[in-house]
């Protein structure tokens, strides 16, 4: 109950600093605080900075007929302007604002197109330049709108005339100070780095005062010092999170360098640690694994910024700040979440989802997490982020850790994770042809008294995957057969493998073009049920579920075992 409480006293608190950066966001954005925004304007862009996203022409294309595919989901306009309509979808709205679509009309190249972005961006700067409210005046899609501009200021003021010149500078200004007069006060975050990395950008390549260059540099480094853990991950826990900043990092330390000012070690160390981190997440088919946020991996997008990881290493195999564990031998790579809840204020996107793992053979996944469907309903959310849509054990069909669903709570925050482990100790397993780890987490223990313990071992070349799951009270005490003892443990299938059953009614997981894995357990007869795959490219998919249900009093601990086998046309792995 204490831990309950204090969980309670940190959200309400988060609540009560939220309400007060919102109500000061809106002191800001009125009259009285808009003069500080203005000043004098730019007389030029001094350099664009590279941008690393991947750019498509066709896209520029569908933008100059009216079509927007953004976050997810096509809009016609009709030939309205975006920023005139009403559309529901708040990461559509957010993407528009954002204006890293640019990128298609740089990669076009044509007149046409930087007609069109000149266009869109006047139109923005007629419709919202000066009205500071609504998702385009949020911090984090001003950041990304700062960084997008300056970007591909070169297809924007391409054929420019003078009057459309001096107005995209003086509103590239205003934003500018507009966000830094909010950075400090931003939620922690991704968001808030990311404002600092757009006011590093913006004292790079607008002209600027060398105190203003230093301060932005000298908060950034803080932010990143903060935020990049010593193994390279992020505070969130979010895989995807360390690609989305190494996509802002790297075209910034490229500009120190163009420019020819130092970048701050701080930027370099984070680099130098986030890189391996993305190779560490990463399955030999380019995908991320799917914890806490991730979801559907666009395989390029990883390949474009791990061209710039110079070591081109193996990755590491244990991540302790992070949280997080990896096993690779003979081709097979497994990934396990081994670690704490992500702070409060960070929490929004985490999973329940601690021991749980995921396994690939080569470039075929088996074993997998259910993943987030990125682009989807919201009310899927939830189940995503469920324990039981991951591949580990639940008690009582009752999560690992809670999640808070009040209406004002949302509001503010969305719905930040409360509730979890509070101790997570994890023992690493590295012998000659054995990678393997023994963790275990409290996260049942206030609620069923009894502590949840996994250990994978991968040997025999990769060949053989052990599991032993045991439940277990802290004192050593018995469990107790109090009807509040049901633990079932699950292994989610990707919906591209065939789960079969033999003769001796072995189940068999089978790739079209790959390996076969054979599941087994010792204790309990698993049985298959349907599941769900929500990070599937074209949204959720119907899949199936290894389960292993049983009674915690009566089975304190269960062996299983994945083998892989040979199959038609494919030599036997033993």
């Avoid at 012998?431 to 250990?455: M, S």
Wanted: aromatic share 8%; net charge positive; glycine share 8%.
């Amino acid at each position: 109950m204490a831990l309950a409480a204090g969980s309670t006293t940190r959200l309400w608190t988060l609540v009560a600093k939220e309400f007060w950066r919102k109500a000061r966001r809106r002191l800001r954005a009125g009259p009285i605080y808009r003069w500080r925004y203005s000043g004098r304007t730019p007389e030029r862009v001094l350099i664009a900075p590279p941008d690393l996203r991947l750019a498509d022409p066709q896209i520029a294309l569908e933008i100059y007929y009216g079509r927007y595919p953004l976050s997810g989901h096509m809009v016609e306009t009709g030939g309205k302007s975006p920023f005139q309509i009403n559309v529901p979808s708040r990461g559509w709205q957010k993407s528009l604002h954002g204006f890293r679509w640019l990128r298609h009309m740089r990669s076009a190249g044509t007149e046409l197109a930087a007609a069109n972005a000149r266009a869109l961006v006047s139109d923005w700067i007629a419709m919202h330049g000066n009205q500071i409210s609504g998702v385009a005046w949020e911090p984090g899609t001003t950041a990304k709108r700062v960084i997008a501009w300056l970007q591909h200021s070169s297809i924007v003021l391409q054929g420019a005339e003078f009057p459309f010149y001096r107005a995209f500078l003086k509103s590239l200004a205003m934003q500018v100070r507009y966000l830094r007069s909010l950075a400090r006060e931003m939620p922690d975050g991704k968001d808030r780095l990311r404002a600092r990395t757009a006011l590093a950008f913006a004292a790079l390549s607008l002209p600027a005062p060398a105190s203003a260059l230093r301060a932005a540099t000298r908060n950034l480094a803080e932010e990143l010092d903060h935020q990049i853990l010593p193994d390279g991950g992020h505070i969130s826990r979010n895989p995807m999170t360390v690609l989305e900043l190494l996509a802002d990092l790297l075209p910034l330390r490229q500009t120190y360098a163009n420019q020819a000012e130092a970048p701050p070690p701080a930027l370099i160390n984070a680099i130098d640690r986030m890189l391996p981190a993305l190779r560490f997440f990463r399955h030999q088919d380019g995908s991320l694994a799917r914890f806490n946020g991730m979801g559907a991996t666009i395989q390029d997008r990883i390949a474009t910024i791990l061209r710039h990881d110079d070591t081109v290493g193996a990755p590491l195999l244990h991540a302790p700040h992070s949280g997080y564990e990896r096993l690779s031998m003979g081709g097979v790579t497994v990934i396990a979440d081994t670690g704490l809840p992500p702070p409060l204020d960070v929490s929004n996107a985490a999973h329940a989802g601690c021991l749980a793992f995921e396994l690939s053979s080569g470039r075929q996944h088996f074993i997998v997490n259910a993943g987030i469907d990125t682009y989807g309903a919201a009310e899927f959310r939830p189940l995503a982020r469920a324990t039981a849509a991951h591949s580990t054990a639940t008690i009582n069909d009752t999560s690992s850790a809670r999640f808070s669903h009040s209406q004002r709570v949302s509001d503010l925050l969305g719905s930040p994770l409360i509730g979890g482990p509070q101790h997570v100790p994890c023992r690493r397993i590295d012998q000659k042809g054995v990678h393997g780890f023994v963790a275990r987490h409290d996260g049942y223990v206030a609620r069923f008294g009894f502590l949840h313990e996994r250990e994978l071992k991968l040997t025999t070349n990769g060949n053989v995957l052990t599991g032993r799951d045991r439940f277990l009270r802290p004192g050593g005490a018995a469990i107790r057969n109090n009807g509040r003892d049901f633990v079932t443990v699950r292994f989610h299938i990707h919906p591209d493998i065939s789960l079969l059953q033999d003769e001796q009614d072995r189940l068999m997981l089978a790739a079209t073009q790959g390996d076969t894995w054979v599941f087994t357990c010792a204790e309990v007869v698993p049985e298959v049920e349907e599941s769900i795959y929500f990070a599937g490219l074209g949204g959720p998919r119907r899949t199936r579920q290894i389960v292993l249900a049983f009674k915690a009093s009566e089975i304190a601990e269960v062996h299983w075992q994945l083998t892989r086998t040979g199959i038609a046309g494919y030599p036997e792995n033993n």
